[in-house]
């Protein structure tokens, strides 16, 4: 067995959607995968599908927000699966609106989830990695870190995480560990059918008019997230860290 195929990767919001399609990825590549998300008993469909094929996972309940939940969700990895040196801090949520009708609470619930969510999320797991002498982070950011209408908290926030990215690749390489950030474009998941409902649409015609809009002519799918996801914590990206990639079908610019 390769050390790749002994490493522990935390996967947070694996319930569904790129969470999901990642921990199962990177479940392929031989890796342990924690499948972390607010509802323990959602993840068993991602759990089932790893060990189904062959794999080792667990599900783990935790607000990412909480710190009593994170460190105690960390430590149940440890005990169950062994120390985590690869996290994928996906969980997320969206709380949309037009700035004028937004309130405090959507503003905070967005922030806590997304930033000090993988704050609470790093700080547990980096002790590991800097033990190891290994680590890999990768932060999930977005193409609305560029400004999106109607998502000033989301956009804050995943705009945050570019920055968070960048630190944590300065202050943690010297110990093994490359920082990266994937910002997707639009991916057909869940919260894009939220977005689809919130305008007033219909998911397959929000999915159509997307798609003229990119150059590949078609909206991403999770699969095209956990690729890159899954490229960032290899052995091969050992000199890649602090870096953005945008997964968006072509540049947004």
């Not at 590549?29 to 759990?47: M, N, Q, W, Y």
């Not at 937004?102 to 999320?121: A, E, I, K, P």
Request: aromatic share 6%; with cysteine; glycine share 10%.
């Amino acid at each position: 067995m390769s050390t790749t195929e002994q490493r522990v990767a935390v996967v947070t919001g694996a319930a569904r959607g790129i969470g999901a399609a990642t921990a199962v990825r990177l479940a392929a590549e031989g890796r342990a995968v924690a499948v972390v998300d607010l509802d323990e008993s959602a993840c068993k469909d991602t759990v089932e599908k790893i060990t189904a094929a062959g794999g080792r996972a667990v599900a783990v309940g935790a607000d990412v927000s909480d710190e009593a939940q994170v460190e105690a969700a960390v430590a149940r990895v440890v005990e169950e699966l062994g120390a985590p040196t690869i996290l994928v801090n996906n969980a997320g949520v969206l709380r949309d609106n037009l700035l004028f009708k937004m309130s405090v609470s959507d503003w905070d619930t967005v922030m806590n989830v997304h930033l000090r969510g993988s704050f609470l999320m790093t700080r547990a797991c980096q002790k590991h990695m800097v033990d190891a002498g290994f680590g890999r982070i990768v932060n999930l950011s977005s193409s609305s870190a560029l400004g999106n209408r109607g998502q000033v908290n989301y956009s804050a926030a995943k705009a945050g995480l570019q920055g968070f990215t960048k630190t944590l690749a300065k202050e943690l390489g010297k110990f093994g560990i490359t920082a990266n950030a994937v910002a997707p474009g639009f991916i057909a998941t869940e919260m894009t059918k939220a977005t689809a409902e919130r305008v007033g649409m219909g998911f397959e015609d929000f999915k159509a008019a997307a798609a003229t809009q990119i150059p590949v002519q078609r909206v991403g799918e999770p699969e095209d997230i956990a690729n890159a996801i899954a490229f960032f914590t290899g052995d091969a990206a050992g000199f890649v860290s602090g870096q953005v990639l945008y997964v968006a079908g072509g540049p947004l610019n």
